[in-house]
């Protein structure tokens, strides 16, 4: 090195460089961080997308939706649903023993058996809600029997009509069951839906057994089909042997 070389190098060395920044502590990562984060939303979006997949997965299987589904409400009626069969194949424990009713029984009891007899005069003045009355078919007449009811959580009325040429006979039976009023009906053999006035209804055959809040209550006025559907606060049971289509008339017909 000669001497123009080693004075350049050492002018070199007592040069003074300034001290490198701290890149790592003057980087803002939180904000990077944030800035790549999804925001609160999206990831709730998100998780509530994956719960639903989920729960589909699960509703997929047969014995798991079978054991979801139990039941079918209409108002205040909730109606238990047959059990579903086994798969094919598998074996299925055993199931408890449940009473269910005799296809050769119809519970039917006579209109005399029925307590809270009445007028629809009292009846009307009793009951805060309006008692309508079909108008189909025409010409139908009062009903010839009133009974109301008090299960403690609420009222239900029962008007009945029976047979010109046996006055024992009940031919059709409305049931109106008041807010509070919770009545089960365990396992038809057969259960439809349907609608009344563009509402959710059941059009339901065969024998079953009845709960009021609790109570069994086997009975029935009539040996034939059932039509729930609800108005309001009010939920309606119509008992005829009349084909489904006519029952929605009646149904449909109801006014003060």
């Known amino acids: 090195m000669n001497q123009p070389e080693r004075q350049l190098t050492q002018a070199a060395q007592d040069l003074p460089y ?18 790549q984060s999804l925001p609160r939303s999206r990831r709730l979006a998100w998780a509530v997308i994956v719960l639903l997949l989920a729960a589909a997965s699960l509703l997929a299987v047969p014995s798991v939706r079978a054991s979801l589904i139990e039941f079918l409400q209409i108002g205040g009626v909730r109606i238990l649903l047959p059990e579903t069969s086994a798969t094919p194949g598998k074996e299925s424990p055993p199931a408890p023993t449940v009473t269910r009713p005799d296809p050769s029984q119809d519970f039917i009891v006579s ?9 629809l005069e009292q009846a009307r ?12 078919p025409d010409g139908l ?11 403690g959580t609420g009222l239900y009325v ?13 031919e059709v039976s409305l049931y109106i ?13 057969v259960i439809e839906e349907t ?12 024998v079953h057994l009845l709960s009021v809040d609790g109570f069994a209550n086997p009975a029935r ?15 309606y049971r119509l008992e005829a042997d009349l084909p489904q289509d006519e029952m929605i008339r009646i149904a449909e017909s109801l006014q003060p």
């Open 221 to 235: 006025l009539v040996s034939g089909p059932v039509l729930l559907w609800q108005e309001g606060d009010l939920t």
């Open 141 to 151: 007449r009062e009903p010839d029997h009133v009974f109301i009811s008090d299960v």
């Open 18 to 35: 300034p001290q490198a920044p701290d890149i790592a502590t003057q980087v803002d990562w939180a904000a990077i961080v944030k800035r």
């Open 111 to 119: 209109i005399l058996d029925l307590d809270g007899a009445t007028s």
């Open 158 to 170: 029962v008007l009945a009509w029976t047979a010109p040429d046996d006055p024992e006979k009940v």
């Open 177 to 189: 069951l008041g807010p509070g009023v919770r009545l089960t009906k365990g396992e038809p053999q």
């Open 125 to 136: 003045q009793v009951v805060d809600s309006p008692i309508e009355l079909p108008a189909y």
């Open 195 to 206: 609608q009344v006035n563009d509402q959710p209804a059941a059009f339901i055959e065969g």
